[in-house]
């Protein structure tokens, strides 16, 4: 308790004197994390809600048009629309809509809120963090939002607790560490992915190689299935797409969430250190200085080569991909081919 109203008190020092920052930057200055300053409105800002993530989710449909935002340290992506389609298994949770189309990891999801921001014009969110505080993804509501709705939900999971102490714990690593290249097996891996037939064996193939993936990019069997290019690859992929007109895919993720943007990009800005999408129904905010590694990756499928953009931080994680625009059973666009040829 007493750690609790410490932060609290210098949570709302910091507030006051820098009262522009993002929450998740306070909590990075405070040595906290967001879901513990969230915690701190329980009973004000934020309403507590019962950690029954596949529950809740299958019933955002019923919020009507909405604004989803999933984001990791460099990378935010923001899509509007529907949640639509949804379907779980064991493994992950799925939203397959033409606007919003998610790929969900529950299992490492800790705690839920419905947060209210503002004073003067009130913004309602959903918000669920993963089992180190971290925001794994958040459900805004809009102008044309179901109200009704967000309140019988919010009222039906709210939990009993409405306490602000959360028992925040430490995130099982996406991946292994990585292992000394003398101890791959470079020509099985080379040769397994030269027989890929679908992008999403690749994972399966990293982990049975116990391969990361930047290392499994080094190891590619050669340069037309993994390159590294410029780090303003991100900048200029964007800027094409918009100027020719090529539907692209945007994939953004974190260690409880993939979220996917599909269709044309349009406005592309600059604004300090991000570049930016700024279209009426996604925006991408992407830290350009913190993208070290750029890669565009190939691997075979059934309906042909796929071609991607891959962009990694300095702790070697995947902030962002893009794709050309497609779905399986179509071969890829021949015009993202030629993008990614003249990147």
Request: negative net charge.
């Amino acid at each position: 308790m007493e750690t609790t109203l410490a932060l609290k008190e210098a949570f709302e020092q910091l507030k006051e004197s820098e009262p522009k920052l993002r929450i998740r930057e306070y909590a990075k200055r405070l040595n906290a994390s967001e879901a513990e300053l969230v915690a701190l409105g329980v009973g004000t800002t934020a309403v507590r809600l019962r950690p029954e993530f596949v529950a809740i989710l299958g019933e955002i449909e019923s919020l009507g048009f909405v604004m989803a935002l999933t984001r990791n340290d460099d990378v935010v992506h923001e899509r509007k629309g529907i949640y639509e389609n949804f379907s779980t298994t064991p493994h992950a949770s799925l939203f397959v809509g033409k606007d919003i189309d998610l790929r969900i990891f529950p299992s490492s999801w800790a705690y839920a809120f419905a947060v209210t921001e503002g004073d003067e014009k009130p913004r309602h969110s959903l918000q669920f963090f993963t089992t180190d505080g971290v925001a794994a993804h958040k459900i805004y509501m809009e102008s044309k939002s179901n109200m009704d709705a967000y309140e019988t939900l919010v009222a039906k999971y709210k939990d009993e607790n409405q306490s602000s102490e959360l028992e925040i714990g430490a995130l099982l690593p996406l991946e292994s560490p990585e292992l000394p290249d003398s101890e791959i097996d470079v020509k099985a891996f080379q040769e397994g992915w030269i027989n890929l037939k679908d992008t999403h064996e690749f994972f399966g193939l990293l982990r049975k190689h116990k391969l990361t993936r930047t290392q499994a990019l080094r190891f590619a069997p050669d340069e037309t299935y993994a390159k590294k290019t410029d780090n303003k690859a991100l900048r200029r992929a964007l800027e094409a797409a918009a100027k020719e007109q090529v539907s692209i895919m945007v994939f953004v993720g974190n260690a409880g969430m993939i979220q996917i943007h599909t269709g044309e990009v349009k406005n592309i800005v600059e604004h300090g250190p991000w570049i930016n999408v700024l279209d009426p129904m996604f925006n991408l905010h992407a830290k350009e200085e913190a993208i070290v590694e750029s890669w565009i990756v190939r691997k075979p499928t059934e309906d042909g080569i796929v071609t991607s953009l891959e962009l990694f931080n300095a702790k070697k994680e995947l902030v962002c991909t893009l794709f050309g625009a497609r779905k399986p059973g179509v071969p890829e666009l021949e015009s993202w081919r030629k993008l990614i040829a003249e990147l």
